[in-house]
């Protein structure tokens, strides 16, 4: 929207003036504004999801390895006196040194199997070089490719050296004797974990790393080169899954503080949280915990493992610390990979982090690799503190005196904590630092439910947030909470279930694999659960389903066809769509579930929802319908009958208001036709042939005067803009551009010498028209073949069918198809003619005898043009192809050699009447009409293998997946349109502003009385002539359409903004259009005389336009030959009375949009339900040329071509609704005019210029006017009270409501005033006096009153 510049400038808005905007804009309901017009139709790219553990692992063994040599100190360490003694916190002096060292071993290994009882632990105390090559070696061979744990304690032995050798013994333990690290690595292999308890252990990470970087260049030279010596020997084992972990940096030695262990890494890694607590003791702090002593600590009640006592509860606060720090700090690949694959590995890194905090305060460094970010400053370790803190102070009170323990705090803070960021934090931030804690947290039962509600609140951020919380690990937890039988977790769980499989879908096999299913099955069938809980449980069952055979054997178990029937009528409509989905995906490819759906009559169930008031629900049971009738097991007598009674039933949906159902419709088809293949094909040879012999009354043969397009001048070249509807599929390639340039061609359908037939130019390929086809093969029924195929039916007896009877349900399904090839939307035309080409390809290819062609002897009967190479059809392997398709004949004609080399080219193109060619011609002439499928290998192109699967495989709409982003999006948040602080919203309080300023204006002005209207303020040349104009009621717009585009004017700047091509068929033109939303966001309405409405948006505002939706509006409907010389001709001689085209009229308040034309009923149309709510007939023989309605009185006026008026009242029956009838007109109503009021007046006038008006009670008019003879085009003014009429005399007079003319126009303003052409229509604006003007002549001009008035 662009604002008007005086708004800016105008002072502070009054308080009256924005009450009136609250008052009458924010009540307008919006038509065509929900998710499915705005949004493409399709599922969100799949995330890779990287959380699931390809390689789970497991530390099958352990070797501990130590060299202690009890009573010796090594020779290069000078220890201090007294000295740090214990190793694995036992005092080796204090028993004989044998004793001491099996102690010791016994001791590790113990503490080892806290963390993983079940690996086998091989212990080797002061070992020979021999001992550890054999221990390596026997494990390695063991534990396959699984890990293994090789730790090392050297406090008995030298520091490691720079060449990478730690030290081990000779036998008699006479001589330290050095160990290659290199050799270490050969008999470990890999994947292996390595702790080094000794001083300088960096050294040891340094040359691993080297060793490891040499092996890797050793293997790849052998790998080039195999004849190198070193590709002779056995290959050394790669390195790269390594893990190191080492007490200090290659500089430092350990602590020898008396207060530690001599091993304070191995404690630090193995018995944590006893260090931690001695550790805390020793610092300064623990002066505030009076009473707490070294010794109390000994006692501290209760078992690691037991979350309930305060040993236990510290151990599960410290691994939901440690976890949470490393999940904030480390990279994700690398927290997957050490935290989450391997449970030894993670609890020895969780561990390692307190080494780092600990042995830094004691001037160590520990070391890993892979190396990990300095954690000891984390702030978690202050609530670590905070929590031994709390723990330690009861602890005298609890030993000496009994009482209970109190649980800790923590984790009720740290929820609290999670709270704050999800309700506080801004929308792009940081993820939250508790997620570890929230996993933790569903261990503990109390608070599970607290937990479990902020995971869903998380979840609801959106896929990135359900990402982060899977890759955390919260999968597992949540799959064992559905063994829970407690209700109240069922909401939760539901929610987060649902979350997580629109994420991630495949999720489906650990479901069921768990019995999971089993759960969503209860909450589906529990009645007391709300709609939207058992919405979401329909869903995740609908993804278990979801392709998935062993899903659907477990769920057809469960009973879930039955549960879902039941829930068919339920009043929310989201559960209805799911639920329908959901069935469809049960007994999709599988014939059990279809059978048993047969037995509960599940079709007929659903046929109820085909009639639904929500697009969406009756998309899915169309879905759920085709999926029902394309099993493609053993066909019975019994199983056909019900295919076509389904087939029927879905045919009646053929003029659904709404693209998504009839897209969803094609493909239900497709199945259809897919499972009757042979049948179908019957019914395409004798259509075709049909249509061959038939020559179909075309209106586009009759040279009517508007049919072709007149060339412009070369400079007045108007650049249409491409169109996207919002398949992006470009209206370039659409088939009705085909038929726009085949019209400016002013073929004759037979195709004179030198023109081409319409169908030898629609197979000409071009190289911008494939619609995304993997084959370059071209459809064989063009457009205009389908059309006329489409029109022959609906003209000849078909009566003449051999083999099929004229009312088989193939012919009508055929029909249907047919009619859907020629539907307004393009999405919905594309797929219809994908499945008609499919069939019509298998059709004659088994019709044509099979010959061999030598592609050297054809010759082209084509004239000589760079057409002949684009006929050419190209095919696969050798197969014969297929002839070239004319409109005129589709299987006589010589087929042509397959060719891949030439590039496709356009016919030549002679302009007509000399001088420029008109805009269509710069569309690309062709469209590519159909491809055969998947390409076969080899010679056998014309098999039809694979080919009944490219249909159906091909054909989806990606609805069910484009719903499932339903719950990949956030449900809680405000919507953006309902934030008062959005930028939507305030947009749209700036357009209310606007628009009450635009309403006060105005009627200032009106008011004042208008006494001359013929201030020229805007004149241009439109691209096309002008058939119907329309103002934007607020902005400074007003669109003009011609016979088959529209052009947008900025008629206060006197530019143009945008000129595109609104897609109808070339027979057909716009004969009326209206803004919807006028207030707000504005849609342009588009009607032709074929009775399609399109609807566009993003017009005149530097985007691209696209179509938002389209539909048959009224059915039946022939094209007339209607030419801007109609009225003039039903003037001069009343018996030719032609067609009105199509008229609307549109109601903001209600969201109904009346429809009526060369039909004999006024239809009504529910754009909130996108379906036709009402039909009334209007009891005459002629057409309706005008309507008019008003809400506020529920009242219709129709003026028709047989010169009568008449009132409808549409809340009664069809029968009684026509309330007044006033034949008081002699000839052909132009307008019928019904004031807003409650006691407005109608007005209505005929070509013989007649003004008369009525009281709708009374029976006779209340006054009459006579104006000017010979009207074309006249409009009333909604509130000034002015009239105005334009005359195929060229000249427009204006008249206020007395009668009087206050001005007549008759030459433009400007150099040469030149006289006024022929007037094609004319409009005034809803709120200012501007009068629009278009005339034959193509110039379009807004006349206004004087200057100072406005």
Not at 65 to 81: A, E, I, M, Q, R
Not at 1025 to 1040: D, L, Q, R
Request: aromatic share 8%; proline share 7%.
């Amino acid at each position: 929207m662009k604002m008007d510049s005086d708004l800016l400038l105008s002072p502070a808005v009054g308080l009256a003036e924005e009450e009136e905007a609250d008052m009458n804009d924010w009540k307008l309901p919006l038509a065509f504004m929900k998710k499915r017009h705005s949004e493409k139709i399709e599922g969100s790219k799949a995330l890779a999801q990287s959380w699931r553990m390809k390689d789970r692992m497991k530390t099958v063994s352990v070797a501990l390895v130590l060299c202690l040599n009890v009573g010796v100190d090594p020779p290069d360490v000078v220890k201090t006196s007294p000295c740090a003694r214990l190793e694995c916190w036992i005092d080796p002096l204090s028993m004989s040194p044998q004793k001491a060292l099996e102690t010791i071993g016994a001791n590790l290994q113990k503490q080892y199997e806290n963390w993983q009882p079940r690996a086998r632990y091989k212990q080797s105390l002061d070992p020979t070089v021999d001992e550890v090559k054999k221990l390596c070696t026997s494990l390695r061979r063991n534990a396959k490719e699984e890990r293994v744990l090789f730790h090392y304690n050297g406090h008995g032995v030298p520091r490691p050296t720079v060449n990478g050798e730690i030290w081990v013994f000779n036998k008699n333990y006479t001589q330290y004797i050095p160990l290659s690290i290199y050799d270490l690595q050969t008999w470990m292999g890999s994947p292996s974990i390595f702790v080094y308890d000794c001083s300088n252990a960096g050294i040891i990470v340094k040359s691993f790393k080297q060793f490891a970087l040499q092996r890797e260049q050793e293997l790849e030279v052998a790998a080039i080169n195999p004849s190198h010596p070193l590709a002779q020997m056995p290959l050394p084992p790669s390195m790269k899954n390594c893990i190191q972990l080492a007490a200090c940096e290659a500089s430092e030695l350990l602590p020898m503080n008396p207060d530690l262990p001599a091993d304070l890494f191995t404690s630090c890694l193995t018995t944590p949280i006893k260090i931690a607590l001695r550790w805390f003791c020793m610092q300064k702090s623990a002066k505030l915990v009076p009473g707490v002593t070294l010794d109390l600590i000994e006692k501290i009640p209760g078992r690691l493992n037991d979350r309930r006592t305060p040993l236990g509860e510290l151990n599960w606060i410290f691994t939901a610390i440690t976890d949470t720090i490393a999940w904030n700090v480390l990279p994700r690949d690398l927290f997957q990979k050490l935290f989450r694959q391997d449970l030894l590995v993670a609890s020895l890194f969780r561990n390692f982090l307190l080494a780092e905090r600990i042995m830094r305060s004691y001037n160590c460094t520990p070391v890993s690799s892979p190396r990990l970010p300095p954690t000891y400053m984390h702030a978690m370790w202050q609530a670590w503190d905070l929590a031994v803190d709390i723990c330690l102070s009861q602890l005298p009170t609890i030993i000496e005196e009994g009482t209970a323990f109190r649980h800790s705090p923590f984790f009720a803070e740290q929820l609290t904590a999670f709270q704050v960021w999800l309700t506080m934090g801004v929308e792009n931030r940081n993820p939250p630092e508790q997620l570890p804690i929230v996993l933790q947290v569903l261990l503990s039962q109390v608070h599970r439910l607290r937990a479990l509600d902020l995971l869903g609140r998380f979840l609801d951020l959106g896929p990135w947030a359900v990402s982060l919380a899977l890759s955390v690990g919260i999968f597992p937890y949540v799959l064992k909470l559905l063994q829970s039988s407690a209700r109240e977790l069922r909401p939760l769980l539901v929610f987060i279930w649902a979350k997580i499989l629109a994420v991630d879908s495949s999720c489906q096999a650990d479901l069921v694999k768990d019995n999971g299913h089993k759960y969503f099955l209860s909450v589906l069938a529990d009645s007391y659960m709300p709609a939207e809980h058992r919405t979401m449980a329909v869903f995740i069952l609908a993804v278990i389903v979801n392709s998935y055979n062993t899903g659907q054997e477990a769920c057809l178990q469960g009973n879930l066809i039955a549960n879902c029937l039941e829930q068919l009528s339920d009043p929310h409509p989201l559960l209805r769509q799911w639920v329908a989905i959901c069935l469809g995906r049960i007994w999709q490819n599988f014939d059990p579930a279809r059978w048993c759906g047969v037995r509960d009559s599940a079709h007929e169930k659903l046929y109820t929802l085909l009639s639904d008031p929500i697009p969406e629900v009756r998309c899915a049971a169309v879905f759920a319908l085709g999926t029902f009738v394309g099993n493609s097991a053993e066909r019975t007598d019994h199983s056909t009958t019900i295919d076509h009674n389904v087939a029927m039933m879905l045919a009646q949906l053929i003029n659904d208001g709404s693209p998504v159902v009839r897209k969803e419709l094609v493909v239900a088809l497709s199945h259809l036709v897919v499972q009757y293949e042979s049948n179908f094909c019957t019914v395409a040879l004798q259509f075709i042939e049909e249509e061959k012999n038939y020559t179909v009354p075309s209106p586009a043969n009759t040279a009517e005067p508007g049919n072709l397009t007149p060339v412009r001048d070369s400079p007045a070249i108007p650049r249409l803009r491409s169109v996207n509807s919002y398949t992006n599929i470009r209206a370039a390639t659409t088939a009705r551009n085909l038929n726009k340039s085949l019209q400016n061609l002013n073929l004759s359908e037979e195709g004179g010498p030198a023109a081409f037939s319409p169908g030898n130019l629609s197979t000409s390929s071009s190289a911008s028209s494939t619609l995304g086809s993997p084959d370059n093969d071209e459809y064989i029924l063009s457009f205009e073949t389908i059309d006329k195929m489409r029109r022959v039916s609906s003209y000849s007896s078909l009566n003449s069918l051999i083999g099929v009877s004229f009312n088989s349900v193939y012919t009508q399904i055929w029909r249907v198809l047919l009619h859907l090839a020629a539907d307004p939307f393009p999405e919905v035309s594309d797929l219809a003619m994908k499945v008609l080409n499919s069939i019509a390809y298998k059709a004659t290819m088994n019709a044509r005898p099979q010959r061999i062609l030598d592609s050297g002897s054809l010759t082209q009967s084509a004239p000589a043009s760079p057409t002949s190479k684009g006929t050419h059809i190209h095919q696969a392997g050798g197969s014969p192809p297929m002839p070239s398709a004319s409109s005129s004949s589709l299987t006589n004609e010589v087929p042509k050699p397959p060719t891949r080399e030439q590039p496709a080219t356009r016919p030549p193109y002679t302009p007509t009447l000399g001088g420029q060619a008109p805009h269509s011609h710069q569309f690309p002439r062709t469209r590519k009409m159909f491809d055969k499928g998947p390409e076969q290998a080899g010679e056998d192109g014309d098999e039809p293998v694979g080919h009944r699967n490219y249909i159906s495989a091909a054909l989806q709409t990606g609805l069910c997946d484009w719903s499932a982003k339903y719950f990949a999006q956030p449900v809680m948040k405000i919507p953006e349109e309902h934030d008062l602080e959005s930028q939507v919203r305030m947009e749209r309080q700036w357009r209310f502003l606007r628009n009450a300023r635009v309403r006060r204006q105005s009627r200032g002005i009106t008011q004042r009385g208008v006494s001359r209207l013929d201030d020229q303020i805007f004149i241009n040349r439109n691209p096309g002539v002008p058939s119907v104009v329309k103002f934007h009621p607020f902005n400074t717009c007003i669109a003009v359409a011609d016979k088959d585009s529209i052009c947008f004017w900025d008629w206060e700047k006197g530019e143009r903004l945008d000129y595109f091509y609104n897609g109808n068929p070339r027979y057909t033109r716009i004969t009326s259009m209206e803004y919807l939303n006028g207030h707000d966001c504005s849609l342009l309405l588009t009607a032709t005389d074929d009775g399609a409405l399109r609807i566009w948006k993003n017009f005149a505002d530097q985007k691209n336009p696209e179509m938002v939706t389209a539909w048959q509006g009224l059915s039946d409907m022939l094209p007339t030959t209607r030419g801007l010389a109609r009225r003039v001709s039903i003037y001069l001689d009343r018996s030719k009375q032609g067609g009105a085209g199509m008229v609307v009229d549109w109601e903001q308040e209600t969201g109904l949009l009346m429809t009526s034309g060369d039909v004999r009923v006024v239809r009504i149309w529910d754009t909130d339900r996108e379906m036709k709510v009402q039909d009334i007939p209007t009891g005459a023989d002629s057409c309706v040329t005008s309507l008019s309605c008003d809400s506020q009185r529920s009242l219709i006026v129709a003026g028709l071509g047989d010169g009568s008026v008449r009132v409808f009242d549409r809340r009664m029956g069809p029968n009684e609704c026509r309330v007044m009838t006033y034949r008081e007109h002699g000839a052909w109503v132009v307008k019928a005019h019904l004031q807003k009021e409650t006691d407005g007046h109608i007005i209505s006038v005929s070509v013989n210029g007649d003004v008369r008006f009525f009281e709708p009670r009374s029976p006779d008019s209340v006054n009459v006017l006579q104006t000017v003879k010979g009207l074309t085009a006249l409009d009333i003014h909604p509130q000034a009270n002015l009239f105005a009429c334009g005359s195929m005399n060229q000249f427009i007079a204006v008249y206020n409501a007395n009668g009087d003319v206050i001005s007549n126009i008759k030459y433009y303003d400007g150099f040469m005033g030149q006289r006024i052409g022929a007037i094609s229509c004319l409009a005034f604006h809803p709120h200012w006096p501007h009068l629009a003007v278009g005339s034959n002549d193509y110039y379009m001009s807004i006349y206004s009153a004087e200057k100072r008035l406005r």
